[in-house]
T-cell receptor
Framework: DADVTQTPRNRITKTGKRIMLECSQT?????MYWYRQDPGLGLRLIYY???????NKGEISDGYSVSRQAQAKFSLSLESAIPNQTALYFC??????????FGDGTRLSIL | AQKITQTQPGMFVQEKEAVTLDCTYDTSDQSYGLFWYKQPSSGEMIFLIYQGSYDEQNATEGRYSLNFQKARKSANLVISASQLGDSAMYFC??????????FGAGTRLTVKP
């Protein structure tokens, strides 16, 4: 089983819909992150959480919200999806020091 | 501005040869971390190597080594003895003191048989 699991893996939806992407991890890490990847831009940090009560905005948080339901679960929501939020979304986890470990990504298309 | 720059959109290397992927960074922080990740065509992000800003020795992990030149603010990835399976996108990333993580735009490496 994957250490960092993202669901769904793919999602196509319409403009204006509310979308939730979920992430769960079995690595026991306190820190969790959400990124989006656009072609030619690399990954950009949306939100990060260092524990259940700690949520922080990243570089591009507008239009997104997150919820840290438990140490192992971190969900990303798009309250009213728009086409320019079409992207590949990654969840990642890390210990206090060391590398981030990524899930396999969620490919989101907003029509 | 906190920024990571990868100036090579694409690189080609012959199988079994070494290749260097460039990465420069810009930060005023004294404490930071530098990472390299590999993204194959299947899409997952695979951690390769890490260098801390206070580490005096260059990091190495198997066929991967990081050529860290702090004064020049560069953290180039060297892959020795390239294999066909090394063909992928490679991303340089920097972790900053304000808990921000910045990625470069990536370099697509193609290994030719």
């Amino acid at each position: 089983d994957a250490d960092v699991t993202q669901t769904p893996r793919n999602r196509i939806t319409k403009t204006g819909k509310r979308i939730m992407l979920e992430c769960s991890q079995t690595k026991g890490h306190d820190r969790m992150y959400w990124y989006r990847q656009d072609p030619g831009l690399g990954l950009r940090l949306i939100y990060y959480s260092f524990d259940v009560k700690d949520i922080n905005k990243g570089e591009i948080s507008d239009g997104y919200s997150v919820s840290r339901q438990a140490q192992a679960k971190f969900s990303l929501s798009l309250e009213s999806a728009i086409p320019n939020q079409t992207a590949l979304y990654f969840c990642a986890t890390s210990a206090r020091t060391g590398p981030q470990h990524f899930g396999d990504g969620t490919r989101l298309s907003i029509l | 501005a906190q920024k990571i720059t990868q100036t090579q959109p694409g690189m080609f290397v012959q199988e079994k040869e070494a290749v260097t992927l460039d990465c420069t960074y810009d930060t005023s922080d004294q404490s930071y971390g530098l990472f390299w990740y590999k993204q194959p065509s299947s899409g997952e992000m695979i951690f390769l190597i890490y260098q801390g800003s206070y580490d005096e020795q260059n990091a190495t992990e198997g066929r991967y080594s990081l050529n860290f030149q702090k004064a020049r603010k560069s953290a180039n990835l060297v892959i020795s003895a390239s294999q066909l399976g090394d063909s992928a996108m490679y991303f340089c990333a920097m972790w900053l003191n304000n808990n921000d993580m910045r990625f470069g735009a990536g370099t697509r490496l193609t290994v030719k048989p």
